[in-house]
Nanobody, 111 residues
Framework: VRLVESGGGFVHPGGSLRLSCAASGFTFRWYQVSWYRQAPGKERELVAF????????NYTDAVKDRFIISRDNDKNTADLQMNNLKSEDTAVYYC?????WGQGTQVTVSS
């Protein structure tokens, strides 16, 4: 089982980034996918969730109306579109599926 995140980077407040999680080694379409983040000195928190079919999504209040989670079961990928980024969104972002975690991708939002 392997999950590989990509797309992180540095962005100014108000900017956008799109994270992607590439999955392999399991039947991706059977499993829900979640994005988590961990800021320095803080616990890892759930950011967004998408069901196996993609029909159900949910977001933590802090990112509602700014982030969009999606998936492509043909490509075995799950994306997190992040808009109107704020400094408090700075964290390492992790993809989780099938009880496995990716290595994380750093997102830094700063002026």
């Amino acid at each position: 089982v392997r999950l590989v995140e990509s797309g992180g980077g540095f962005v100014h407040p108000g900017g956008s980034l799109r994270l992607s999680c590439a999955a392999s080694g399991f039947t991706f379409r059977w499993y829900q996918v979640s994005w988590y983040r961990q800021a320095p000195g803080k616990e890892r928190e759930l950011v967004a969730f998408i069901s196996s079919t993609g029909l159900i999504t949910n977001y933590t209040d802090a990112v509602k109306d700014r982030f969009i989670i999606s998936r492509d079961n043909d490509k075995n990928t799950a994306d997190l579109q992040m808009n109107n980024l704020k400094s408090e969104d700075t964290a390492v972002y992790y993809c989780r599926a099938f009880d496995n975690w990716g290595q994380g991708t750093q997102v830094t939002v700063s002026s």
